[in-house]
């Protein structure tokens, strides 16, 4: 075949653009590191995934995003435990006073956990290194 089948054009392709591994493999730990402070698992898997050797900045990464996924389900765990805790001891009455408080407090602890993975998903997708 020489040219397009009758009846049909041939699609234009854009030329194919190479980026060096370097730089490519730079882009992906910061798109997994970003990844993990958003989605804890993602971040506990990073660290136990058998990749070829990652960069200092990546693990620190890790590490810490496995840190904070681990400090915030510590935080969510106990958000959610406390109400449970005082209804077994109190009347109705409070037991319903104390569930709308405890409503309120995971609303408000769901905002700062989320503005706080947010900034640290961003800081860390463009390459920064922070500590928590």
């Given at each position: ?6 009846g ?48 200092s ?22 958000a959610?435990?406390?109400?449970l805790?005082?209804?077994f ?8 006073i104390v ?23 961003r800081?860390?997708?463009h390459?920064?290194t922070?500590?928590?």
């Amino acid at each position: 075949m020489v040219g397009p089948l009758p009846g049909r054009q041939a699609r234009y392709r854009r030329p194919l653009t190479t980026t060096p591994p370097q730089e490519d493999r730079a882009q992906a730990e910061h798109r997994r590191a970003s990844l993990g402070y958003l989605f804890w698992p993602a971040a506990l898997y990073e660290q136990f995934a058998q990749r070829e050797p990652a960069s200092s900045w990546y693990r620190t990464q890790v590490k810490q995003a496995v840190a904070f996924g681990n400090r915030w389900a510590l935080i969510a765990f106990g958000a959610l435990l406390w109400p449970l805790l005082i209804s077994f001891f109190a009347n109705p009455t409070v037991t319903i006073i104390v569930y709308f408080l405890a409503l309120a407090l995971d609303a408000v602890l769901l905002v700062v956990w989320l503005r706080a993975a947010l900034r640290y998903s961003r800081m860390a997708s463009h390459g920064e290194t922070f500590s928590l």
